[in-house]
């Protein structure tokens, strides 16, 4: 029953603005190309962010920086029994949603879907936000220069969800396993 509901869900939700639109008289399809402009307007002033943000994370994982401090952080992670594969995931998640998709992928291919890696790295791409891509896109979007508050806030937020995904991971995939 809810499948066949959420089928309809955005059929009727156009309809209704349709019907909207009708009734209050507003030339829809001329608003609906003024939006598309506008849209366009706005893809177009964001791209040298989103060019900014693909450099840098590139220059990130070729310089060796990632491994680095992949490697830095598995002294702390093993005493914690925690596997150091997850720490790309650590780092990429706040910087490129495809490229933690992508290393995530990896460690599936790698340790399998029911391996506790694989469900921490799950758990910790579903907890953490892409926070320099959200600030890069919706900032430059409408202009905004000076962002440092908005950086420290989601670097602390990602930092919170990370370890609470390790938290939980810890809390229901090993508390299942003795």
Same mark, same amino acid.
């Given at each position: 029953?809810?499948?066949?509901?959420?089928?309809?869900?955005?059929?009727?939700?156009?309809?209704? $603005?349709?019907?909207?639109?009708?009734?209050?008289?507003?030339?829809?399809?001329?608003? %609906?190309? @003024?939006?598309?402009? +506008?849209?366009?307007?706005?893809? $177009?002033?964001?791209?040298?962010?989103? *060019?900014?943000?693909?450099?840098?994370?590139?220059?990130?994982?070729?310089?060796?920086?990632? +491994?680095? %401090?992949?490697?830095?952080?598995?002294?702390?992670?093993?005493?914690?029994?925690?596997?150091? +594969?997850?720490?790309?995931?650590?780092?990429?998640?706040?910087?490129?949603?495809?490229?933690?998709?992508?290393?995530?992928? @990896?460690?599936?291919?790698?340790?399998?879907?029911? +391996?506790? *890696?694989?469900?921490?790295?799950?758990?910790? !791409?579903?907890?953490?936000?892409?926070?320099?891509? !959200?600030?890069?896109?919706?900032?430059?979007?409408?202009?905004?220069?000076?962002?440092?508050?908005?950086?420290?806030?989601?670097?602390?937020?990602?930092?919170?969800?990370? *370890?609470?995904?390790?938290? *939980?991971?810890?809390?229901? %995939?090993?508390?299942?396993?003795?």
């Amino acid at each position: 029953m809810i499948s066949k509901i959420s089928l309809l869900i955005l059929p009727l939700m156009i309809l209704i $603005i349709l019907a909207m639109g009708m009734i209050k008289k507003v030339p829809i399809y001329e608003e %609906f190309v @003024e939006g598309a402009k +506008d849209g366009f307007k706005v893809s $177009i002033s964001i791209i040298p962010y989103l *060019v900014a943000l693909i450099v840098a994370i590139s220059m990130f994982r070729a310089s060796g920086a990632l +491994d680095y %401090f992949s490697q830095l952080l598995s002294v702390v992670l093993d005493k914690f029994s925690i596997s150091a +594969d997850i720490v790309p995931i650590m780092f990429t998640r706040s910087l490129s949603g495809s490229a933690t998709l992508g290393i995530f992928s @990896e460690l599936a291919t790698v340790h399998g879907a029911d +391996d506790f *890696v694989t469900k921490m790295a799950a758990v910790m !791409v579903g907890s953490s936000e892409t926070t320099f891509y !959200v600030l890069t896109v919706y900032f430059g979007s409408v202009g905004i220069k000076k962002f440092r508050y908005s950086i420290l806030t989601g670097i602390i937020a990602d930092i919170t969800g990370i *370890v609470l995904a390790i938290l *939980v991971s810890r809390l229901f %995939f090993l508390a299942n396993i003795g």
